[in-house]
């Protein structure tokens, strides 16, 4: 070929490359921002996308980041992309139109059994930029009779009434963080008939004494850590946290409080708790049977997608699900230098 016709052949590469690459010409109907239907379309397609293990009509961005139980892959790769799955009827959505993030609470069978899904997206100018999966298939059936259908205060509209402003919603959140952390129930906002759902158990607030932590067996009356945790079963959200029988948390970082539902009055958190192996202190308060805290406290992390239901500003209810474990020092797959 002479130099010529090479010259001649790269030329219309380049113009190629670059028509390519050109965007499309301007039309604002294209850059309206993404309102509370619009992210809920994109996760609901998404979900669509996953359950037929087909990906090819999404759109995603071409930086996209994708992290599966904190780890990060390829799409297509993990249990969601690869598993057989099986929608169920607990499903809650919360969608924050300001910030672009959106995120299902979900039970779904995965290869016949069920496990504990949460899917996070953030979407910008129509595009897929992050997604995080969180997967616990590791649910027992006792777990099962909670996750039916998921509560009132998380799937209905939050009454004009009941309203609370964004960034009091966003500060409610921080406080419970705070208040594990500084193992006093007055720093957060509990609504005297808060509840707690933790991997489907309810662990607080129980009309009569059963599960203190989210376990299939309940607590022995015969032992003195069984007749703790019945006592603790019938606390309130504020009481239990009082006891300090949080001290094995290190601490709560990042919280990342990203999503704000203002319609329906949730806000999701997915934070990383952090046991370092050591206590605040060895004492517990109202738990006279409570065992000596002398040994070594937990020695792990762990990631969850954690939903707080706020009304008039004080804290309804709390779902925290999945939780998903791992080694003392490890991160939560998006923040640089978390872990410890």
Same mark, same amino acid.
């Given at each position: 070929?002479?130099?010529?016709?090479?010259?001649?052949?790269?030329? +219309? /590469?380049?113009?190629?490359?670059?028509?390519?690459?050109?965007?499309?010409?301007?039309?604002?109907?294209?850059?309206?921002?993404?309102?509370?239907?619009?992210?809920?379309?994109?996760?609901?397609? @998404?979900?669509?996308?996953? +359950?037929?293990?087909? @990906?090819?009509?999404?759109?995603?961005?071409?930086?996209?980041?994708?992290?599966?139980?904190?780890?990060?892959?390829? /799409?297509?790769?993990? &249990?969601?992309?690869?598993?057989?799955?099986?929608?169920?009827?607990?499903? @809650?959505?919360?969608?924050?139109?300001?910030?672009?993030?959106?995120?299902?609470?979900?039970?779904?069978?995965?290869?016949?059994?069920?496990?504990?899904?949460?899917?996070?997206?953030?979407?910008?100018?129509?595009?897929?930029?992050?997604?995080?999966?969180?997967? #616990?298939?590791?649910?027992?059936?006792?777990?099962?009779?909670?996750?039916?259908?998921? /509560?009132?205060?998380?799937?209905? #509209?939050?009454?004009?009434?009941?309203?609370?402003?964004?960034?009091?919603?966003?500060?409610?959140?921080?406080? @419970?963080?705070?208040?594990?952390?500084?193992?006093?129930?007055?720093?957060?906002?509990?609504?005297?008939?808060?509840?707690?759902?933790?991997?489907?158990?309810?662990?607080?607030?129980?009309?009569?004494?059963?599960?203190?932590?989210?376990?299939?067996?309940?607590?022995?009356?015969?032992?003195?850590?069984?007749?703790?945790?019945?006592?603790?079963?019938?606390?309130?959200?504020?009481?239990?946290?009082?006891?300090?029988?949080?001290?094995?948390?290190?601490?709560?970082?990042?919280?990342?409080?990203?999503?704000?539902?203002?319609?329906?009055?949730?806000?999701?958190?997915?934070? +990383? &708790?952090?046991?370092?192996?050591?206590?605040?202190?060895?004492?517990?308060?109202? +738990?006279?049977?409570?065992?000596?805290?002398?040994?070594?406290?937990?020695?792990?992390?762990?990631?969850?997608?954690?939903?707080?239901?706020?009304?008039?500003?004080?804290?309804?209810?709390?779902?925290?699900?999945?939780?998903?474990?791992?080694?003392?020092?490890?991160? #939560?797959?998006?923040?640089?230098?978390?872990?410890?």
């Amino acid at each position: 070929m002479n130099s010529g016709r090479l010259m001649a052949l790269l030329a +219309l /590469v380049s113009m190629s490359l670059q028509v390519l690459g050109q965007d499309p010409e301007w039309d604002k109907l294209d850059n309206r921002a993404c309102d509370r239907t619009c992210l809920i379309t994109h996760i609901d397609n @998404y979900t669509k996308a996953i +359950l037929a293990h087909d @990906y090819s009509g999404l759109p995603f961005a071409l930086a996209v980041r994708f992290t599966e139980n904190t780890a990060q892959l390829d /799409v297509g790769e993990g &249990f969601l992309w690869r598993a057989e799955l099986q929608e169920t009827t607990f499903k @809650y959505q919360v969608a924050d139109p300001m910030v672009g993030q959106v995120a299902n609470g979900m039970v779904l069978n995965i290869d016949g059994r069920p496990a504990l899904v949460a899917v996070r997206l953030r979407i910008e100018r129509g595009q897929i930029m992050e997604i995080e999966h969180m997967v #616990d298939r590791n649910v027992a059936p006792e777990a099962m009779e909670l996750l039916q259908t998921p /509560v009132a205060y998380l799937s209905s #509209d939050v009454s004009a009434s009941e309203r609370t402003p964004r960034e009091v919603m966003i500060a409610a959140a921080n406080a @419970y963080f705070a208040a594990l952390t500084g193992d006093n129930g007055k720093i957060a906002p509990f609504h005297e008939d808060c509840v707690r759902h933790e991997n489907g158990y309810q662990t607080v607030n129980n009309d009569k004494p059963g599960r203190a932590a989210p376990s299939p067996a309940l607590p022995n009356p015969e032992t003195p850590m069984g007749r703790t945790f019945m006592k603790m079963s019938t606390m309130t959200c504020e009481e239990q946290v009082s006891t300090k029988i949080f001290s094995g948390i290190k601490k709560i970082w990042p919280r990342r409080v990203l999503i704000v539902d203002e319609q329906k009055g949730v806000v999701a958190a997915f934070p +990383l &708790f952090i046991h370092d192996g050591t206590r605040r202190t060895n004492e517990t308060e109202g +738990l006279p049977d409570m065992p000596n805290q002398s040994r070594l406290a937990m020695m792990l992390n762990m990631v969850t997608m954690e939903s707080f239901a706020i009304r008039s500003g004080k804290i309804m209810h709390v779902e925290a699900f999945p939780f998903i474990t791992f080694p003392y020092g490890l991160g #939560d797959g998006w923040t640089v230098g978390s872990g410890r």
